[in-house]
């Protein structure tokens, strides 16, 4: 059974960066049977979810627009592990972010971690 | 603001047939299939359709999921409490060249 544990601090400072690292159990990150990449997703409090962006296992990474400037995504094969890296960030940037497994170029994102509150705050 | 629209409430009591509808445009919905997600805050998402209407192997056959041009709905007959959670759906968007997701509902079951 595939899972996925989302680590990193809960608290960062405005302008600073923010990085959580997704640790990948039960199977390999470098899997070539299907096209899958490996997604961050974020929750404000009381908002919907939100694409942050995904990296392949061959270190391709793939970031939404609105955050493009901003994010870096990158894994680390050896480890199993994939990272998050989000500079700059605001009190906008609180939320609880997930990592996740996405089967191609769908919106199927067939396993989740449960999630890690992170909070922007002095 | 999401990209898809989606009711913020539904609510039905135990053994009805509740409906959530999901609203988008011909660069999500309208051109890729649709996914929808099972949320109980402090846990991880789960899938519960992929492709439109199919269900992995787990998901009970009261879930299921139908599409019609730039709109979509997830209907959940035999209604239990354990249901009660926040639903979300979910599609790819050409213009994005990502996943877009609704805003969620939150379904109160009575």
């Known amino acids: 059974q595939l899972q996925l544990q989302e680590s990193g601090p809960g608290l960062v400072k405005p302008s600073e960066t923010l990085s959580l690292t997704c640790t990948v159990s039960g199977g390999s990150i470098s899997i070539t049977s299907n096209q899958y990449y490996w997604d961050w997703i974020r929750q404000p409090p009381g908002k919907g979810l939100e694409w942050i962006g995904g990296v392949y296992y061959s270190g391709s990474a793939y970031y939404n627009p609105s955050l493009k400037s901003r994010v870096t995504i990158s894994v680390d094969t050896p480890k199993n592990q994939f990272s998050l890296e989000l500079s700059s960030v605001t009190a906008a940037d609180t939320a609880v972010y997930f990592c996740a497994r996405r089967l191609g170029e769908l919106a199927t994102f067939e396993n989740w971690g449960q999630g890690t509150l992170v909070t922007v705050s002095s | 603001q999401s990209v898809l629209t989606q009711p913020p409430s539904a609510s039905g009591t135990p053994g009805q047939r509740v409906t959530i509808s999901c609203s988008g445009t011909s660069s999500n919905i309208g051109s890729n299939p649709v996914n929808w997600y099972q949320h109980l805050p402090g846990t991880a998402p789960k899938l519960l359709i992929f492709?439109?209407?199919q269900r992995p192997s787990g998901v009970p056959d009261r879930f299921s999921g139908s599409k019609s041009g730039t709109s979509a709905s997830l209907a959940i007959s035999g209604l239990q409490s354990e249901d009660e959670a926040d639903y979300y759906c979910?599609?790819?968007?050409?213009?994005?060249?990502?996943?877009?997701f609704g805003g969620g509902t939150k379904l109160t079951v009575l």
């Open positions: 492709n439109n209407y």
């Open positions: 979910a599609a790819w968007d050409d213009s994005l060249s990502g996943p877009v």
